[in-house]
């Protein structure tokens, strides 16, 4: 896990150092990349808990748009979900994240981008035995290759981790869960 976390800070202390070494004139003058952008995903999700020992897995579906404000800053929401439930039960987890974008261009195709900020998770499970919504708002973080296909369509590769304490309605003997929702996505966007 901390090899993961300080993977994670070194790659996002080289994407918010490059913007500054960076010869941003002769990038803005070929490309412009500002502007409102929609797109989807299929995404590898993983819940796991520091209450139980193991994690479960599935893959699922997401949505992400936001705007760009220029070559290394934007704004963007993202929401995810899979059943990561088994033959006995459905587990749905999943979450709804609000972040600024940090980029680095490399080129006109290649960037990479950082993000950190909010999310709403929520887990709902739906069984014989358990029947109960754990949800709450945690943090969120992640990273992400991008790759322009066209003037107006890009393809990207992303990781996002959001953790948190959920809250779980009406059930009795656990208060709340601690939750982590990983993500590894592929998705698909167009900017307008």
Known sequence: MMYKISLLATALCAVLVSPAFANTDTLSSTSDNRGFYIG?????TELGSDDTSGSVDA????IYGGYQFNDWFGLESNF?????????????AGALTFTPT????FNETFSVFAKVGV??????????????????????????LNAALTENLNIRLSYDMSKGDLDIDEY??????????????????YQF
Do not use: C, P, W
């Open 172 to 189: 009795g003997y656990v208060d709340d869960i601690d939750a982590e929702i990983e993500q590894l996505a592929l998705g698909l966007h």
């Open 40 to 44: 989807g995903a299929v995404n590898k």
């Open 119 to 144: 999310a709403s998770m929520a887990v709902v499970v739906d069984g014989y035995y358990d029947d109960f919504t754990a949800s709450g708002i945690g943090f969120t973080y992640g990273i992400g």
């Open 102 to 105: 940090f980029t680095a261009r």
């Open 59 to 62: 893959t699922g579906f997401g």
């Open 80 to 92: 995810f979900a899979a059943d990561v439930g088994d033959d006995y039960e459905d587990v749905v």
